[in-house]
């Protein structure tokens, strides 16, 4: 099998186990994803107890929101894992496709009826419920 066929079907990681992979451009991979996935999990580690910390002093500060508060992030970063599971075997177009209307609708969601984006840090839908 050639590589150009084993990298289509099964990825660079397969290729580079059977030893028929370019060295340079699986480093080059390897170090990408690993600073995507490294970079991403550092960032939802470091806003979850922001936000948790942020609206704490909303809902009384009990023990019991700081438990919601981790559930829930926990939660949002598994639903997260299975998105990104169930769109990798889409095309590159379908899922930049999903990408974009999905990056559309957060943002309609964040504007408020006065155009304000953010605003005073809540979203449009919290404030709405005044």
Known sequence: ?????LSFREGPAVALVLG????WRFRVALTTFVSAVFLSAFL??????LIGKYILPWYGGATSVWTACLLVFQS???????????ISKWTLRRQTMLHF????AALLVSIDDRGDVGGDGRLALLRAGR
Request: glycine content about 4%; aromatic content about 16%.
């Open 76 to 86: 949002l970063l598994f639903a997260g894992y299975a998105y990104a599971h169930l």
């Open 44 to 49: 939802i580690f470091q806003i979850q107890p």
């Open 101 to 104: 209307s999905l990056l559309a």
């Open 20 to 23: 028929q992979a370019r060295p």
């Open 1 to 5: 099998m050639s590589y150009e066929a």
